[in-house]
């Protein structure tokens, strides 16, 4: 189920149950307590929300927060956003629609049209996790604004991510740092887990992933970089936004979930 032909150019020869599970265990390298990060924020959602609520897995990935939400919450219904042809088309072969409560979009969340796909609706949550990280900060703050006009009254964002310590914190900034490089040297030096950097040239070997994988670089080869919006920044966009109550509820150094509450 999906707004985008184009993400389920699929074949029954791909195992996408060993590509998810590979990339579920590369992303562990990264973030050693992801799961633990997803329990909490899903922890949120059961103590604010009624049984069947709907929520948005924005820049889903491979539907990792939607999987785990659905599961958890019988009841809920999901729509999964992503850009990535590749990781969307591998959500799609093992999920499927969960019983006609995920829905799939894939859209550029630096453009607004990814509303319009969403269709004229309220949410009760919208998640996200290890994703925003890379939107130029101008369009951090306007996406904060969209999301401030589809979550209902009382409805809930949560941000997993990396939400760094500002400048001229240099020690706590520095802690933090070193903190993720030794996680990183144990997962991929000591440990030798794949990293991302391997995952994506194993699944390049895909052959019939050769269609996804060559829209995947045209559309994030000129532009993919790495920003590093501080927490003061996202804490303010919320706010601005329209946002009630915005602050950390889980935090290892500078790895956080950031819950704003409309």
Sequence with gaps: MTDNPSSTLSSPSVNWQHWLERWDAQQTGYIPHREERFQTMLDVLEILLPENFAAIDLACGPGAISQRLLKRFPHAHCVAIDYDPVLLAIGQGVLGN??????WIEADLTQDAW???????????VLTTTALHWLPIDRLVHLYQKLGQILRPGGVFLNGDHLYFPPHLVTL?????????QQEEQAFSVRH?????????????????KALLAERH???????TEHEPTLVIHEAALQEAGFR?????WQRFDDRILLAVR
Excluded: C, N, Y
């Design 98 to 103: 969960m019983g006609d409560r995920l829905r």
């Design 115 to 125: 509303l319009k796909q969403v269709g004229e609706i309220q949410v009760d949550a």
């Design 173 to 181: 900034r520095h802690v933090a740092k070193a903190v993720q490089t």
């Design 193 to 209: 887990q794949e990293d991302w950097q391997q995952w994506w040239e194993a699944i390049e070997q895909e052959a019939e992933l």
């Design 218 to 224: 045209r559309r994030f080869q000129p532009r993919f």
């Design 245 to 249: 109550e915005v602050s950390t509820i």
